[in-house]
C-alpha cells in the first residue's frame, strides 16, 4: 500500500487553505490522507441568507471540497480531477458555529470517481451529506503552488525498494 510524504500532505494543506476561496468561505483542511479529508468552516455572517441561516451554496462548497481532497492523494503524481456532478442533502439548518465535513473516496478509478462528505455542527448533529462524481485530467495541477515534494514515500516490498 502507498503512504503519502507528510512533506506533501502538509505543502498541499499550507497552499490550498491559503487559497483566496478557502480564506473567503472562512474553511481549512484539518486532515488530509488516501480517502480522506476532514475540512472546518467557521460560521460568519457573510455565510448567513435573508432568512438567518447558513446559505445552501456554503454547504454545497464545503462539501464539494471534502470529497475533492478525500480522492485527489489517491491519484498519481501529476494527474488532477474535477468535479462533474455533485448532489447534497440538506438535513438542519444552521445559524452559527463550527462545522466539520468529513470527506471519504468511495472508489477512484483511471477516468472517474465517486466520493462523499457527511457535514456535522458543533454538537456532532449531521447538517448536511453529499455526493460527488469527479473526472481525472492527467496534467492538472495546483494552480502557483511551490515546488511539491513527492507525493509518495517509498516503500520496500518484496525486498526491494520501489517507487510508488
Not at 4 to 32: D, G, Q
Not at 100 to 113: D, F, H, N, S, V
Not at 148 to 153: A, E, Q, V
Request: aromatic share 8%.
Amino acid at each position: 500500500m502507498r503512504k503519502l510524504n507528510p512533506a506533501y500532505v502538509r505543502t498541499v494543506r499550507e497552499h490550498a487553505n491559503r487559497c483566496p476561496y478557502f480564506r473567503h468561505l472562512s474553511m481549512a483542511i484539518r486532515r488530509l490522507g488516501i480517502g480522506y479529508a476532514i475540512m472546518d468552516i467557521d460560521i460568519k455572517p457573510e455565510h448567513i441568507q435573508a432568512f438567518g441561516y447558513v446559505h445552501g451554496g456554503v454547504f454545497a462548497s464545503v462539501i464539494d471540497t471534502a470529497t475533492y481532497w478525500s480522492a485527489f492523494c489517491e491519484l498519481e503524481e501529476g494527474v488532477g480531477i474535477t468535479t462533474v456532478d455533485l448532489k447534497v442533502n440538506y438535513l438542519a439548518p444552521v445559524q452559527a458555529g463550527k462545522l466539520t465535513a468529513e470527506g471519504r473516496c468511495i472508489r477512484m478509478g483511471k477516468t472517474l470517481g465517486l466520493a462523499e462528505a457527511t457535514m456535522k455542527d458543533a454538537t456532532g448533529r449531521i447538517v448536511a451529506h453529499g455526493t460527488s462524481g469527479l473526472i481525472v485530467l492527467p496534467g492538472f495541477g495546483l494552480a502557483g503552488s511551490p515546488p511539491l515534494p513527492p507525493k509518495f514515500l517509498e516503500s520496500e516490498e518484496k525486498g526491494r525498494i520501489t517507487r510508488r
